[in-house]
């Protein structure tokens, strides 16, 4: 018996993969910020939404009308944003954003719309320096231009890629151990001819590396392809296992910086994960929920009473429904692709420097991992 | 056996008989405006808070964090407003406001806050003749400065009562039939010695008369005095059942205003249900089920798939927790004072007409029922 072929990730190995979204980013670093926002725009008509909340200490909008008892089906985008709860004004510049483009829930008439943007927000308030630095109705508005650009540059219906590392809503990340978080995106296609993919904002109380031995928890889920053409990683590099004086100065930084005792701050890790197959509202909330399966592989521990992660499920039903075997391995690829996100956005983070500290990337911590 | 006496309402019968809750409103009438905000501030501790979704159109933030299974425990405000998802803009003014209060969630230093402010909002786009007429972050701020005001002219440690009829969140309200909705509030004095008090912003594709009588649905639980000092209401007056042409004559304009049909809008009810007792978030959760019961008591339907009705349940803590008997009651009570706070909304309202229509007052379509 054959085994299976590796699963393949789609042409940019990010959320964009699924035809019909599009991403953009829009951030401050310096003078006090260190936040952003990113925005997932749905097709015009919108994409069918799920959405699940695990983390103990969530900041969301618009989750409510999501429940597949309710009315509304489809989203016209996700606002994901830093600046914990202040940060949920990042989707009202979403919303009058996509007024102006005509976008929305049509109220029986076309000019009677009620753009439908479900959001959840990162803590990283006072990263930056200041703790009143955080995104407002601006940085939705930015991101969506941001958003829009990429879709007009994108081909084959396909919006271009977005950035990942410490960009967007990904800008204050951080994971324990003083590392720095950020933006990370993957996909994948299923055998049916069908995408799944995920965009993920990483910032945990948790740990993305293992450390005993430096490696990255998900790392064992990347697929070939996964490090080309990431920030800083050198074509055709692997990762390997970190040397013993890179690990072990490691843990000593993270014992200094009390990652072992009860955490000082909140975090949290939101995203998105999206398909092109046409799902219902209660198969969108499946993909979410499988959405968090895969942030388990990656953060340990994940959904901590100080983390409120949430993750939204996407499907702009713009290929046909899947079968059950075809929905089985979506579920699959979408904990796969958030743990790859995961990993990518790790990978992908630089350094940064503020008045409130200094969080390492991965690959200045472990040089020796990526190469 | 003698019966048990009827309850009694508390010294303002509104929301602020719970000692510790301040409600301040915003509204914009004219040009094109007939809309508003209303915020509900809890003690600078915050109140133990639950919140529960049975519309199938809900509008909401921050209601994933009362889960009791999560982190906060406390809010700082819950802010109610018009102009659907728009209005959620409302709630950004309300978190500024409370920021310049040093008030919110602790992160560690005593300048480090983050207000907790869930929210809902109801349906009322282009009722006052302008579809981008709706609340922003301006009218949040500035229902919190009202409530400040009406909490520095209060007495006994109790906020001054907040006005009743269309104002705040409820000056777009409109019931079935074309008849004005509002924002509508009462208390009950329970036998422990607490009290448990409403405050309800009535907006529904549903009615609160019946068709048949004109009678409102929930006039049977009305408490002597609930009528006493509403605007329109003359001293002394009791509500009777209305004659026969004005009930005649409503059921005619109801049918020609296609009420009978498919709604052609959203509505939605949105309230806040507390108490002085020390209630457990759980506790809290089942305060604000209870108060749609009476929700459905006062609306036919309630609970639409076109409205988002939703209730959050708060406890100040400034008195003794309820035991198993006393908990009983406050929840019938907590029935009960949504069911009041609704018709004393419909019964404040003021007839209104805008270039989008006329909306008529209870009083105005039934002038035999209020005399």
């Given at each position: 018996m054959t085994p299976e072929p590796l699963p393949v990730p789609g042409p940019t190995n990010t959320l964009v993969d699924v035809a019909g979204l599009a991403v953009g980013h829009h951030?401050?670093?310096?003078?006090?910020?260190?936040?952003?926002?990113?925005?997932?725009?749905?097709?015009?008509?919108?994409?069918?939404?799920?959405?699940?909340?695990?983390g103990g200490g969530p900041g969301t909008r618009?989750?409510?009308?999501?429940?597949?008892?309710?009315?509304?089906?489809?989203?016209?985008?996700?606002?994901?944003?830093?600046?914990?709860?202040?940060?949920?004004?990042?989707?009202?510049?979403?919303?009058?954003?996509?007024?102006?483009?005509?976008?929305?829930?049509?109220?029986?008439a076309p000019d009677r719309l009620v753009p439908i943007v479900p959001g959840a927000v990162i803590f990283d308030l006072g990263r930056g320096g200041r703790w009143d630095a955080t995104p407002d109705a601006g940085f939705g508005a930015a991101a969506c231009d941001d958003a829009l650009r990429a879709?007009?540059?994108?081909?084959?219906?396909?919006?271009?890629?977005?950035?990942?590392?410490?960009?967007?809503?990904?800008?204050?990340?951080?994971?324990?151990?003083?590392?720095?978080?950020?933006?990370?995106?993957?996909?994948?296609?299923?055998?049916?001819?069908?995408?799944?993919?995920?965009?993920?904002?990483?910032?945990?109380?948790?740990?993305?590396?293992?450390?005993?031995?430096?490696?990255l928890y998900g790392a064992s889920r990347l697929l070939p392809g996964d490090l080309e053409g990431l920030p800083g990683a050198p074509s055709g590099a692997r990762l390997h296992t970190p040397e013993a004086a890179e690990v072990d100065a490691a843990r000593a930084r993270a014992v200094e910086l009390g990652s072992e005792a009860l955490p000082r701050t909140?975090?949290?890790?939101?995203?998105?994960?999206?398909?092109?197959?046409?799902?219902?509202?209660?198969?969108?909330?499946?993909?979410?929920?499988?959405?968090?399966?895969?942030?388990?592989?990656?953060?340990?521990?994940a959904h901590s009473m100080f983390d409120g992660d949430t993750i939204f499920g996407l499907s702009t039903c713009g290929r046909a429904a899947p079968d059950a075997l075809g929905f089985h391995r979506m579920l699959q690829g979408a904990a796969d692709v958030v743990t790859r996100a995961i990993v990518r956005a790790t990978l992908a983070a630089e350094s940064v420097t503020t008045p409130e500290g200094t969080?390492?990337?991965?690959?200045?911590?472990f040089p020796s991992a990526l190469r």
């Open positions: 951030q401050r670093v310096g003078d006090g910020w260190l936040t952003g926002s990113t925005v997932v725009l749905a097709p015009p008509e919108g994409a069918v939404a799920g959405g699940d909340v695990r618009e989750t409510d009308l999501l429940d597949p008892c309710n009315l509304v089906e489809r989203v016209h985008a996700v606002s994901l944003s830093g600046g914990s709860a202040f940060g949920l004004a990042a989707a009202d510049g979403v919303m009058r954003w996509l007024l102006g483009q005509g976008c929305g829930f049509a109220m029986g879709r007009e540059q994108g081909t084959d219906g396909r919006a271009g890629a977005p950035a990942l590392g410490a960009v967007g809503a990904g800008t204050g990340g951080q994971v324990s151990g003083g590392l720095r978080g950020g933006t990370g995106s993957a996909s994948q296609l299923l055998p049916d001819g069908s995408t799944v993919a995920a965009l993920v904002v990483l910032n945990a109380v948790g740990s993305t590396v293992d450390p005993r031995t430096g490696e909140l975090a949290t890790t939101i995203g998105v994960v999206a398909t092109d197959a046409t799902l219902t509202e209660g198969q969108a909330q499946r993909l979410a929920m499988s959405g968090q399966d895969g942030l388990a592989r990656a953060v340990l521990p969080w390492r990337s991965y690959r200045e911590a």
